[in-house]
């Protein structure tokens, strides 16, 4: 089985493109999913004992706000964070691509945010890169709820620069013009990945 690791920055179109590898019945795991169900279970004491006070006592939840404030306030902490979270969401990746094998799926995607960041490429066979401008990454960022300058500004400051990632990239998809054409681009690397063998799920996640 052929895996294929889905990153981009920020605003770069990374949910869209994930949406058309589903269309094509492949199956993509999710990791920002993955983190909200972790911020309402096996992660929350963990989190609570790194960050006191940036969980909701009555919910049972990490309050996300509170959680992203104290980051700002000291970004040391997302070494923590990472620390706690990475190894809890990687166990759930390897349980979806056994599955995924399992079922005799020819491929499967990771869409992973902080791919790169993480040394990730080594657990994938093929990354692809969606990514746009930066004036276009900004106005859709921006244009999200609760979304300041200063919390684009410290997204950013965590993420690789988008040349960085395009030049690690097996596959680049350009996501600042339509959605139609997007989607084209990854009908055409679905198309030219279709019967490659993989050699990461044996390496990494067997």
């Known amino acids: 089985m ?17 949406a058309r590898f589903r269309s094509h019945g492949i199956a993509v795991f999710d ?18 004992a790194a960050f006191p006070g940036t969980t909701n006592s009555v919910s049972k939840t990490v309050d996300r706000p509170l959680l992203a404030a104290a980051l700002i306030a000291d970004p040391s902490g997302f070494k923590r964070l990472e620390a706690i979270v990475h190894p809890l969401v990687q166990a759930e990746q390897r349980e979806f691509l056994q599955e995924q094998a399992a079922a005799g799926a020819d491929m499967a ?12 490429e080594a657990r994938v066979d093929i990354v692809v890169v969606v990514s746009a401008p930066p004036e276009v990454q900004r106005q859709r960022v921006l244009a999200r709820p609760g979304i300041t300058e200063e919390r684009l500004q410290s997204l950013l400051a965590r993420q690789m620069p988008d040349a960085e990632k395009r030049a690690k990239a097996h596959f680049v998809v350009d996501t600042s013009g339509t959605i139609e054409a997007s989607q084209a681009q990854i009908d055409t ?11 990461a799920l044996e390496r990494h996640w067997s």
């Open 109 to 120: 995607v990771l869409e992973i945010p902080l791919l790169l960041e993480t040394g990730g």
């Open 2 to 18: 052929l895996i294929i690791g889905l990153t981009g920055s920020i605003g770069m179109g990374k949910s869209t493109a994930a």
């Open 189 to 199: 690397i679905i198309a030219k990945l279709r019967g490659r063998p993989g050699a």
């Open 31 to 48: 990791a920002d999913a993955a983190v909200h169900r972790l911020y309402a279970g096996k992660a929350v004491p963990l989190i609570e």
